[in-house]
């Protein structure tokens, strides 16, 4: 038995190129148009993000200067506290009375004082602290140490 | 910026009465005190400090949003 020899149209490999080729420029024109249609917002973000860091680096900028200068001032008014520190001490030791001894005042001072944590680390507040804790050294009953260093 | 100004170390407490007269102690109470304002100083510049930043901050990002706003017509 012989069979029949099939055979193609001629016509059907030109329809496939066409069709690929459709596609192809199809895909090509999609595409440009994303690219077309993308682009300025690419460029529009970029330029947003340039411009904030930019703002932002000259907003620190400025902020630093301003910080700079705030310290200067602080350190002008502590050299004038200093100032007038050293003026009222004048002041007060050249006083009538001045010279008056206190000693009792002044050894509950000291002994007040090393409770405070501004001077607990002094050496000679450790006996105090630890009187108050019960832990004193004996001769410190009466909670006081030396009223003078 | 702020921790790099120093104004956040502690003040120290004013040195101690050197004797027992009462004008020493008295003078002691002014050094005290002016350790306080120097505290207070401190503290003042800190929050300037501060204030300027975020004032400096609030400015760029309004500075920088004005100019990536979208103009209409490109013209406003």
Redesign the interface.
Known sequence: MKLPKLTLPRTTGWRLALTAIIIVVAWTILAAIVQWWNAPREAAQQRGEAITQQEATKGTGEAAQAALQTVTEVRREIVRIDATTRRNDHAIKSAADAGTRAPGVAAALHDSLCRRASYQREPDCAAVLGNDRGLGPAGTDDGRAPATE | ??EA???LEPT??AP?????????????A??QT?QL??AN??K??VK??GS??DD??A???K??QR??RKKVLGVF
Do not use: H, W, Y
């Not at chain 2, 101690?16 to 002691?28: K, L, M, S, W």
């Open positions: 910026m702020i100004s120093g104004l120290t407490g101690r009465p050197q004797n027992d007269t009462v004008g020493e102690i008295a003078a002691f002014d050094r002016g304002d120097k100083t401190d003042g510049g300037r400090m300027i930043c400096r901050q400015a760029a990002l500075e920088a100019r990536t």
